[in-house]
Each structure stands twice: as C-alpha cells, then as structure tokens.
C-alpha cells in the first residue's frame, strides 16, 4: 500500500501472482534461513488476487514474528544502534515503533546485500514496511522479464487486514477510495487514522482503538452510525450511511476534508462525488493534477 515506489516495476496478472510468490518465498527463505516458520503466517491483503490486474503485491506479517531477532538473523548490537538513532529523531512514535522500524531497516540492509533478486527500498523501511521489487513469473516458473513491488507490511493481522481491506467493485472505485474515507471519518471527527497501528485522538494524542470493532465503535460514537465490520468494509455502505444519517455541515465537512485527500493520490475521485468536486473546485483549490489521463474530471485540470 506504499504506492509505486521503484519507479520500474510493472502490474501483474492475477495468474501470475502465486508462481511469483513462490518464487519470492524461495529466494526469501535463502536470505533468512531461520525464519522459515515465520512465512506460514503471511497473507496477502488488500486487493490482490481479486482483479485480473493488481498494481502490486501487498502482504501482512505479524510483529510478533520479530519478538527473536535471531531468527532473522540480524545483531542485536545494530539493531539497538539503529533505535537510538530513530529515538533521537523521533516526534511522536513509541518505543514499539521505533523499534520495529529498526528491525525492519536491518532486515531490509541484509536483503541488499544479499546475492538474490529481490531489491528492497531502504528509505521506505524507515517507515516499518518492507517494499520490495522482485521478478515476476508464471504458472511455467519462468521469468516474464518484468518486476513488481512486494509490501510486506508488519505489525497486528488484523487491524492491517482491517485497514488495507478492499472489496471489489464496479466503476472507478478501487478498495484505498473506502481506507481513505475512513481516514476522512477520522480526521474530521478529530482522529488520526494509522493504517499500521490505530486510532489516536488528536487533541492529547491518546490511543482509543487498536482492533477494528474499536475503531468502528469510534466512528459510530462519533456521528450516530450502526456501522458493522461487514458494511465499514464497503466503500459505498459507508458513503450511504453517511448520506442516511449525517446533517448536510457534517457530510459535506468529510467531503471536503475526503477530496483534499484524494487530490494528492494518484487515483481518480468516485463518481458519486465527482459533481460535488466540480462544485466545489474552485472553493477547495483542486486542481486535478494527479487525475489519471481516463478522468471524467480531466477537462477540469488546471494543472
């Protein structure tokens, strides 16, 4: 879910993903030796596997698989090195964060300089995933001569499940146009929503959900809802409870606060808002820039 960050990878076939992840598994395990019982508990999350083409291949590994830093084989010396160094510089994270986050730099410091195909991102580590290029194949086990990018995002299965989670739909809308208007629900109401960890209010900077029926309740507290776990998971059962429930300020405040937020991701805005974009272009300041060039929004672009 960290977006193309390689620049040169490529979409991959949705029967072209199992022989890659086998593949991928293969050479993961040649890295990391001791951490074999660890892949058994990895899962794909997110959309893939559930159109015939995924931009990338997003996975979910408990923290928990970290608790022994030996099985990765990593030193404990630079782990720890690397924890101060994160702590100096830190704002806000906790000590768990920052600790998983060095963990995660010296795993992906082992992969680069490992003799193996897969290519982490190293600035991307920092932030406590592991985004990783590596080799596409298929069903035959050969190589098809392209790339795509691995997320291996660490932390609770669940609330990643949870926060990643993308049905599938009809039309322009994809599964982060339902995780960003959770995130739009939460910042309007006075939340930040961490897709890695939870929900925190932003006035104290208390956490107030760490499990998704948590995080629902929030929401519901919040604006009077009856959201369930089955209709948060659904970008269009949110937008019509919303419609259902909210007063015109309270909707089109998350509306406002919604847009400016797809305004700098590179995906197209849902058709059921598209008018209220136009309407409000000028008042919001949007400009379009990051529309894809198939946009009924793209005559609209002033950058």
Known sequence: MGGNVFGTTASIRREDIKPTLLEFFREFKKIFPKAHAHFTGIKTIGSV???????DIDLVLAGSSFDDINDWGLDEKHVQ???VAFKKRARTASDEQLM???????????????DTDIVPDMKGAGSGQLFLMAPQFNEAGERLGTSVQI????????WLEFSHYSAVYKGNVKGLHRTQLLVAMFSYGGYTFSHANGVKRKDTGEVVATT?????????????????KDSV????????????????????????????????????IPEDLQQYWIDNQKRLGFTGKFLPDDSNLVKYKTA
């Open 49 to 55: 596997g559930k159109k015939d083409i995924s931009g």
């Open 100 to 114: 998983r986050r060095a963990v995660v730099v010296a795993a992906a410091e082992i992969i680069q300089n490992s």
């Open 81 to 83: 090195d690397l924890f």
């Open 212 to 228: 998704p029926q948590q995080a629902i309740e929030v929401l519901n507290n919040r604006y009077g809802l009856n959201l369930t």
């Open 233 to 268: 998971a659904n970008y269009f059962d949110v937008m019509d409870a919303l419609r259902s429930n909210l007063s015109e300020q309270d909707l089109h405040g998350i509306f406002d606060v919604y847009l400016k937020i797809m305004e700098s991701t590179r995906a197209d």
């Open 151 to 158: 997320d291996i995002n660490i932390g609770d299965v669940d």
